[in-house]
């Protein structure tokens, strides 16, 4: 059978000599993956017409057995030119396409993903002054809400005692571990969290839930610091060991990361506080 789709390239593998194994976002088939045979050949119909974060025109033969389909015709459609010239955001773009190729099983329809992600790289592509740290967070946030996983720091309802001088956040069960809780998934890989720690994910979460928190900040300098001044530097410590628990990232790749798009000193310093054990 020939499918046709519309796909953003998240990995490109060589394969032998001359071919690519590539890996894909579509918006009905989720995340799939194709070989593009002698895409590397001088005289090779693909060549130039994929790269990694461009959105492109895919024809290609399903083949059930393997989960590897066979590439027919490739086009691009949206190449995201900016992305080549700005390394930072490159790097930054590196890293969403990666860590949604590790979080989503394949063949698992996610229109909203591939919506999410396509917004995202053409924000990176046309705003060379994009606020890159924040970006990540927006997106991973996302990502884990579109997923179902995302963390819950609600106090427990129960209890109603005052809110204590660190919470203890259980990695199992995505949720704070509350001192009558005594289920045993809840003790497991506990962590501490501070409660400006708690207090700003909770008031992320809650505008993410209630649509309230837009993929892109627009550039206006008054609403930049509003924005900055909710994201302490914990926030994304917390969401990193979260993500590297929970969805197949390396520490090191999303670490590394942080590191390439870090332009100012606060930046830095939440990068101390990230590489500390
Ligand atoms: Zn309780």
Not at 82 to 99: D, F, I, K, Q
């Amino acid at each position: 059978m020939i499918t046709q789709t519309e796909a953003i390239a998240l990995q490109i593998r060589p394969w032998s000599k001359t071919s690519h194994i590539v890996t894909w976002l579509t918006p009905d088939h989720g995340r799939i993956t194709t070989s593009i045979k002698g895409a590397c050949r001088p005289k090779s119909p693909f060549l130039g017409q994929y790269d990694l974060f461009y959105t492109c025109h895919l024809l290609f033969y399903t083949r059930e057995h393997d989960g590897v389909h066979i590439a027919k015709e490739c086009e691009p459609h949206h190449r995201r030119d900016l992305l080549r010239e700005n390394w930072r955001a490159a790097a930054l773009a590196s890293y969403l396409v990666e860590l949604t190729a590790r979080a989503l099983p394949p063949r698992e329809q996610h229109a909203d993903i591939y919506k999410h992600l396509s917004q995202t790289l053409d924000y990176l592509a046309a705003h060379s002054d994009a606020p890159l740290l924040e970006c990540m967070i927006r997106y991973e946030l996302h990502l884990l809400y579109f997923l179902g996983v995302l963390p819950d720091l609600s106090p427990c309802e129960t209890c109603h005692t005052p809110p204590p001088e660190w919470f203890s956040f259980s990695l199992a069960t995505g949720r704070l571990r509350c001192q009558h809780d005594h289920s045993p998934h809840a003790a497991e890989n506990l962590i501490s969290l501070h409660p400006t720690i708690q207090e700003a994910f909770t008031h992320l979460r809650n505008k993410l839930i209630s649509g309230r928190y837009p993929l892109h900040l627009e550039p206006s300098p008054i609403k930049k610091k509003e924005e900055k001044s909710k994201l302490p530097l914990g926030l994304s410590r917390f969401l990193g060991i979260f993500i590297t628990c929970h969805l197949d990232v390396p520490a090191a790749v999303r670490r590394v990361t942080l590191e390439m798009i870090e332009t100012t000193p606060t930046q830095k310093f939440a990068l101390q506080e990230i590489q500390q054990p």
